[in-house]
Nanobody, 124 residues
Framework: QVQLVESGGGLVQAGGSLRLSCAAS????????MAWFRQAPGKEREFVAG????????GYADSVKGRFTISRDNAKNKVYLQMNSLKPEDTAVYYC?????????????????WGQGTQVTVSS
């Protein structure tokens, strides 16, 4: 069982930056590929970024490529999402997700565990 807790969300002006963190419980964090998803009001959940178990492979949605960076620290059981040049359309609840072994996926149903989410609001 893995528990995921996100933090770091908040209100920021367009063009600003935020760094989201996701803390995972358990001693097998390095066995999980991780990802960030987001869901805006009235919209479906969408993939944002994914990272492999070692951190050596990452992937991004086209909408955030070049602005967001996903990283992880397996010694601290944490995954991060650095968000720069934020836009109002980035406003959403951001969730981290974990999938045991394998790699990250852009499809949410393949993930085994989810956090409760953290709200990011970008004002224009």
């Amino acid at each position: 069982q893995v528990q995921l807790v996100e933090s770091g969300g908040g209100l920021v002006q367009a063009g600003g930056s935020l760094r989201l963190s996701c803390a995972a419980s358990g001693r097998t964090f390095s066995s999980y590929a991780m990802a960030w998803f987001r869901q805006a009001p009235g919209k479906e959940r969408e993939f944002v970024a994914g990272i492999s178990r070692s951190g050596g492979n990452t992937g991004y949605a086209d909408s955030v490529k070049g602005r967001f960076t996903i990283s992880r620290d397996n010694a601290k059981n944490k995954v991060y999402l650095q968000m720069n040049s934020l836009k109002p359309e980035d406003t959403a609840v951001y969730y981290c997700a974990a999938v045991f072994r394998g790699t990250w996926y852009e499809v949410g149903r393949f993930y085994d565990y989810w956090g409760q989410g953290t709200q990011v609001t970008v004002s224009s």
